[in-house]
């Protein structure tokens, strides 16, 4: 994961509109040779936002081990 930008530039008008940056990251680990007709997936989600300071916090990476049936909120 990376974010590019200039922060000298980025931080002071993230506070000027009073907006955070916030993104998530959706993924899929592919596991190859647990059985030999298919291939085990492994799905994720984890999100990032842009401190004050400059700095990235990073959450917790969530595992969904049946993607049909872990939706979270999207199955509410």
Do not use: C
């Not at 990251?25 to 401190?51: P, R």
Request: glycine letters at 10%.
């Amino acid at each position: 994961m990376s974010l590019l930008a200039d922060l000298d530039d980025l931080l002071p008008r993230r506070q000027q509109t009073g907006y955070r940056l916030i993104w998530t990251m959706l993924g899929e680990k592919n596991i190859l040779g647990v059985n030999k007709d298919k291939t085990t997936a492994q799905h994720y989600s984890q999100w990032a936002v842009l401190n004050d300071d400059g700095s990235i916090r990073v959450g917790k990476r969530s595992f969904f081990h049946d993607p049909g049936k872990d939706q979270g909120l999207a199955s509410v």
